[in-house]
């Protein structure tokens, strides 16, 4: 090694090696998605969220946590994704969620643009989560019923004053299959029923399984769920058949099968006696259905704390 001395400080000649010191390795900084100047972050784009996903993955099990660009990722997909959920009538917290559950997915690094194909599952689960709240099913079955020929679940609570009642729904509350006359013993108390009849009815029913018990949240589903059935069937007979092998409202309600058979029997009636549903609609008050010990002590058999109720 051929060094020149100056009057200053020795300069090294070219094509010198300089001498190697050993330090310690640093990790290299994980760097901003943010790009300076800029209202967009850089992971807007799907390279940006490609090279953000690849250093939350690096991460490990706490990538997702401990990355400063995480938070920002999830704040812009709620606005990015905020009026699609409010098509689908969620809300954008629910947007979020869906997006964050395909951002997790490493697959999600070969695709040829990863915000497209987070884009299509967003849209997919809002639609699905739609569909299972008009259905009162869980989401996972309305995905596999998007396309088919179901029809929505009609509830009685969110008519219009003005909006009519089912035909069919109205004449089978009206007249059970089987049963004698209503507790005013008239007939035509069918004929002579009016939409706000059958509301109020509803109303009733609801009252009273709340005063025996019930939670008012499946109180309100589960009249829904045997008023759709009912509707569909049109007697109480073939309803109670269709209902007591349904598996959907046990999950839905958090009930167990002997206490949904039985509270289906008691809306429902049996052949001789109308069901609560038959009173209510025939204008029995919930005092009078109260002072009913058989029925009162039949709903608080079946008052039983149920686990909880579930949305899709």
């Keep these: 090694m051929t060094v020149i001395e100056t009057t200053d400080t020795p300069v090294r000649a070219v094509g010198a090696s300089a001498p190697r010191h050993h330090s310690p390795a640093r990790?290299?900084?994980?760097?901003?998605?943010r790009k300076p100047g800029g209202d967009r972050p850089g992971f807007a784009d799907p390279q940006g969220l490609r090279r953000l996903l690849v250093a939350v993955y690096r991460g490990g099990s706490d990538g997702w946590r401990s990355h400063p660009d995480v938070p920002a990722l999830l704040a812009y997909?709620?606005?990015?994704?905020?009026?699609?959920?409010?098509?689908n009538g969620q809300s954008p917290q629910d947007a979020v969620t869906a997006a964050f559950e395909v951002l997790a997915v490493p697959s999600i690094l070969d695709a040829d643009d990863p915000w497209a194909v987070v884009t299509t599952a967003v849209q997919r689960t809002l639609q699905a989560q739609d569909r299972a709240h008009r259905l009162l099913c869980s989401t996972?079955?309305?995905?596999?019923?998007?396309?088919?020929?179901?029809?929505?679940?009609?509830?009685?609570?969110?008519?219009?004053?003005?909006?009519?009642?089912p035909d069919t729904v109205e004449r089978a509350a009206s007249t059970p299959q089987d049963d004698p006359p209503g507790?005013?013993?008239?007939?035509?108390?069918?004929?002579?029923?009016?939409?706000?009849?059958?509301?109020?009815?509803?109303?009733?029913?609801?009252?009273?399984?709340?005063?025996?018990?019930w939670p008012p949240e499946v109180a309100r589903v589960g009249v829904d769920y045997v008023c759709e059935r009912l509707r569909i069937a049109g007697s109480q007979a073939t309803a109670?058949?269709?209902?007591?092998?349904?598996?959907?409202?046990?999950?839905?309600?958090?009930?167990d099968h002997r206490t949904w058979v039985r509270?289906?029997?008691?809306?429902?009636?049996?052949?001789?006696?109308?069901?609560?549903?038959?009173?209510?609609?025939?204008?029995?008050r919930p005092v009078d259905l109260l002072a009913d010990a058989g029925l009162v002590t039949a709903l608080s058999k079946q008052a039983a704390?149920?686990?909880?109720?579930?949305?899709?």
């Design 27 to 33: 990790p290299a900084p994980i760097p901003s998605m």
């Design 183 to 213: 507790p005013t013993g008239s007939g035509t108390a069918g004929a002579e029923m009016t939409p706000l009849d059958v509301r109020v009815g509803l109303i009733t029913v609801r009252t009273v399984l709340t005063a025996t018990g």
């Design 263 to 284: 509270l289906c029997r008691v809306l429902l009636g049996e052949p001789g006696r109308p069901g609560l549903l038959a009173r209510a609609v025939l204008g029995e």
């Design 305 to 312: 704390r149920p686990v909880g109720v579930g949305h899709g």
């Design 240 to 255: 109670f058949e269709y209902l007591r092998r349904e598996v959907t409202p046990l999950q839905l309600l958090g009930l």
């Design 77 to 87: 997909c709620q606005d990015k994704y905020a009026a699609l959920a409010r098509r």
């Design 140 to 165: 996972d079955q309305a995905r596999r019923l998007m396309h088919s020929c179901h029809h929505d679940i009609a509830r009685f609570c969110d008519l219009d004053p003005d909006s009519s009642i």
